[in-house]
């Protein structure tokens, strides 16, 4: 019975009151009995680990979201950025992704329904072509969506973004003569089309905010947007991103 009355004790006690109160005899023991104690009941290590665990993770979403609100008018009001939607939105979603990522693929027709079902919302897509380095066709895919854009705007852009994902050519199976067929399809001018880097900012910003893969996903009011009212989404977390839009939406 002592080995369960003490520890309870102890933590019963006030705040101030620690074990420099006993000897240093009565502290050897107290330890004993509460390793004790913890040895025989460790659902109460997992129980701690756990909490610590959970507030770890806030602390980090926490240090996220502030870095996402500090940069706030780049991801929502790049000029040269895709977007499909209401330019003065009060709803954003703020993708990140590499055509060349599986999970974004398994996403995408997830958020071209939601285009469809929020049409009030508007979704601004970073072209990040974090896999550039191993598979050269996810830089061009990123130059061309961001070509077409400039080019022919918004709706070419979508029919461009969806297209290259309804092939399901992706983890290196996508290729430069797929990428220009679609941006033929989307209506886009070959002859006109030039290679740019602007891409770079955006891996630049997906680092910055502390993102280690793709996709990775920001919901946030244009207007008013705190630490309570952002949502990061990283992953194809499909019921994260669904739960966050109808939150905002309300």
């Given at each position: 019975m002592k080995k369960i009355i003490v520890p309870l004790a102890l933590l019963a006690m006030p705040a101030f009151a620690t074990t420099a109160n006993f000897t240093p005899e009565q502290q050897d023991k107290i330890g004993e009995i509460a390793a004790q104690y913890l040895v025989e009941h460790p659902e109460f290590l997992i129980q701690a680990s756990q909490k610590l665990q959970q507030q770890q993770l806030e602390?980090?979403?926490?240090?996220q979201k502030k870095a996402i609100l500090a940069n706030k008018d780049i991801l929502l009001n790049d000029p040269?950025?895709?977007?499909?939607?209401?330019?003065?939105?009060?709803?954003?979603?703020?993708?990140f992704?590499?055509?060349?990522?599986?999970?974004?693929?398994k996403i995408a027709p997830i958020v071209e329904k939601m285009q469809n079902n929020y049409p009030n919302?508007?979704?601004?897509?970073?072209?990040?072509?974090i896999f550039g380095n191993r598979w050269e066709p996810s830089k061009y895919?990123?130059?061309?969506?961001?070509a077409i854009f400039a080019q022919k705007g918004s709706k070419a852009y979508g029919n461009y973004h969806n297209g290259v994902?309804?092939?399901?050519?992706?983890?290196?199976?996508?290729?430069?003569?797929?990428?220009d067929q679609?941006?033929?399809?989307?209506?886009?001018?070959m002859s006109k089309f030039s290679v740019t880097e602007s891409y770079q900012k955006n891996l630049q910003l997906f680092s910055q905010l502390g993102f280690k893969g793709t996709p990775a996903l920001v919901v946030m009011p244009s207007k008013g947007a705190t630490i309570n009212n952002t949502y990061v989404i990283n992953g194809a977390d499909v019921d994260g991103l669904a739960n966050a839009i109808k939150t905002l939406t309300k």
């Open positions: 602390q980090q979403s926490n240090s040269l950025t895709p977007f499909i939607g209401p330019k003065d939105a009060k709803i954003n979603v703020v993708e992704f590499d055509y060349q990522c599986i999970y974004c693929y919302v508007k979704f601004i897509f970073k072209e990040t072509p895919a990123a130059q061309m969506g961001l994902y309804s092939t399901g050519l992706n983890e290196g199976k996508l290729t430069k003569m797929v990428i679609q941006a033929k399809s989307a209506g886009m001018d």
